[in-house]
């Protein structure tokens, strides 16, 4: 019994030392590890993943359910992901506890874009901007007047604003000032030009009255559990509440501690271990209230979370806002990613406009292919692209060179990758061009990489740029993996691709449209070495020497060990027996397009 004794007296004041460590700790560093939560939602929202910023804004509301600061920011990662409701209900949770939080008013303009609902829009976007004078909220309500049909002058040029040159650009290409237009929108498409080509993440303004505004980035897709909010059928406390602990099924407890929102706030080791909770140390709003059972060890036997809210009477109440130059600075963090910046396919699609008109025909191609690769369904840009390609709507599939020409073609798939120097110094010593069909992030990724490859002289043609089985994408997606690629390429080497081979050799009626609309040659292969890629250099080289013929067109990767040691061989083989090597492009005016490999 004595021994018992001491190890609760101890244990009571171990316990005590902790909440009294806990509550210093706390009162400091709570706020900070609020906002650190806010702060990692926004950097995972500008990075475009939507659902993980979530799960951080949602941990912070339960750090914090009464600073309307993570709840705009919930909403805003809601809303890039393609929960427009759930983030209109956060955006009016926050002004609920801020009449005037701008970028709440800014949120629902948004919204109400994204639902072509102009006058909406209009009116959240000026209430945005009398609550925060200082954002740069004026390109929103001119983009909606302009939308709209009217006239808008921004107040001063600011060549920083995207959203404000854009409009101005827009002005002078509706006014055919080619030059001038063309000057401004090559300088945004700089600006909106991502690794990988496609949409920023966020709000993206398209000038397109049907559909003004795009969102950008990963979907939050399955179910979804909001925060719990003011208006939420949770359990109203106030004053001062008795907090009792439910030890039917937990006979062993010694000690009972208490937490709200996971700060320890009180303990009790006397049966019935209630504890009396004073509200009005707590902000109003939402709160978990947790109590834990621990036996005379200190280990936790039971517990048992539940969340209430809070709603007090009076002037005295704490207030769950946030102030600082930490907080101030979020809060424009949080302005920066939600303001609407000008879309990079409606960039590239003004840029089309205005090289066309000044015969700058290069210059319309590019950027028509990076209209495509932002959003293959923009406009008519698919028909201006496909009406310069020159296409007749022939299949031109290839599988193999013209059996009357000893020469063989040499390709590698799946690259550029960090090794890929191994392969092109086998070739450069051999003399050998070939062609290399490329993955468009992994070029994305080795840049350097794919501009060795096209200043050592090879061609490069279209693996897609996620390695996708086309069997199973739409007409759209295909169009996107195969203009995404190109836009890449084009922007490291200025090669412009005319072959696209299918990941896995997977075609669809899909993609054969895609290709006979853009005049496309899809390209196959007569001598697969897959299968012989992962076994031994020998079984490789025998398979090749065996299966080339006159107009082979040899299937190899990009990198495997074994083609790599089998390469020289193979080369100085099929050369000895006479053979010439080719890039792809020298077989396609004689090749052989029949149905089957």
Not at 14 to 34: M, T
Request: proline share 4%; aromatic share 8%.
């Amino acid at each position: 019994m004595f021994v018992r004794g001491s190890l609760l007296k101890n244990l009571l004041i171990w316990l005590v030392v902790v909440w009294l460590a806990a509550g210093l700790q706390g009162a400091v560093a709570a706020p900070d590890s609020y906002l650190d939560s806010v702060v990692k939602g926004l950097e995972l929202i500008e990075k475009g993943m939507n659902p993980e910023a979530v799960v951080s804004l949602q941990s912070a509301i339960e750090a914090n359910a009464n600073d309307p600061l993570a709840r705009v920011a919930l909403g805003t990662a809601l809303l890039f992901g393609g929960r427009a409701a759930d983030a209109d209900k956060e955006y009016r949770t926050a002004i609920g506890m801020d009449a005037q939080c701008g970028p709440a008013h800014y949120g629902l303009g948004l919204i109400a874009l994204l639902k072509s609902n102009l006058p909406t829009a209009a009116d959240h976007f000026c209430q945005a901007q009398q609550a925060c004078p200082e954002a740069s909220v004026e390109a929103g309500i001119g983009y909606v007047k302009s939308l709209a049909g009217g006239q808008f002058t921004p107040a001063e040029d600011k060549p920083d604003d995207e959203s404000l040159q854009a409009l101005k650009a827009s002005r002078l290409t509706a006014g055919r000032s080619w030059a001038d237009a063309l000057e401004i929108w090559s300088a945004l498409q700089q600006k909106a030009a991502t690794a990988g080509f496609g949409e920023r993440p966020g709000c993206s303004m398209t000038f397109v009255k049907s559909a003004p505004v795009v969102m950008s980035g990963q979907n939050i897709s399955g179910s979804y559990k909001p925060a719990a909010s003011a208006d939420s059928n949770l359990q109203t406390l106030a004053g001062n509440v008795s907090l009792k602990a439910d030890l039917s099924k937990a006979a062993n407890v010694h000690i009972v501690s208490f937490f709200v929102d996971g700060r320890f706030v009180g303990m009790t080791n006397t049966p019935p271990f209630n504890y009396v909770w004073d509200t009005k140390t707590t902000s109003n709003g939402v709160h978990v209230v947790k109590i834990e059972g621990a036996d005379v060890r200190g280990d936790v036997v039971s517990a048992k979370s539940m969340k209430v809210l809070v709603k007090n009477q009076g002037a005295d109440i704490p207030s769950g806002k946030i102030s600082g130059q930490y907080a101030d600075s979020t809060w424009q963090r949080l302005w920066d990613v939600m303001l609407m910046k000008p879309s990079a396919s409606a960039i590239n699609y003004n840029v089309a406009v205005c090289a066309r008109n000044l015969r700058e025909f290069g210059m319309e191609k590019a950027a028509l292919e990076r209209v495509l690769a932002a959003d293959p369904l923009y406009l008519d840009a698919a028909h201006k692209l496909a009406s310069m390609s020159g296409a007749d709507g022939k299949d031109r599939s290839l599988y193999k060179g013209n059996a009357g020409r000893k020469v063989v073609a040499l390709t590698f798939d799946d690259g550029p990758k960090a090794d890929t120097g191994r392969i092109l110094d086998i070739l450069k010593e051999k003399g050998v061009k070939a062609t290399f069909f490329v993955v468009g992030k992994q070029a994305v990724a080795f840049p350097d990489i794919l501009a060795r490859i096209a200043d050592d002289g090879h061609e490069i043609g279209n693996h897609s740029y996620n390695h996708r089985n086309c069997a199973y994408l739409s007409e759209a997606e295909i169009t996107q993996e195969i203009f995404r690629t190109s836009a890449a390429v084009r922007a490291f080497t200025g090669q412009e691709i005319r072959f696209f081979r299918p990941p896995g050799g997977h075609s669809s009626k899909n993609l054969s449209n895609v290709m006979r609309r853009f005049g496309l040659t899809t390209a196959f292969w007569s001598v697969n070495c897959s299968k012989y890629e992962g076994t031994t250099r020998k079984k490789l080289y025998d398979h090749v020497i065996k299966s080339a013929d006159p107009g082979s067109i040899i299937l190899l990767h990009n990198l495997e060990l074994v083609t790599v040691q089998a390469l020289p061989d193979i080369i100085d083989t099929l050369r000895g027996k006479g053979y010439g090597f080719v890039a792809l492009s020298e077989m396609n005016g004689t090749a052989n397009t029949a149905s089957g490999r």
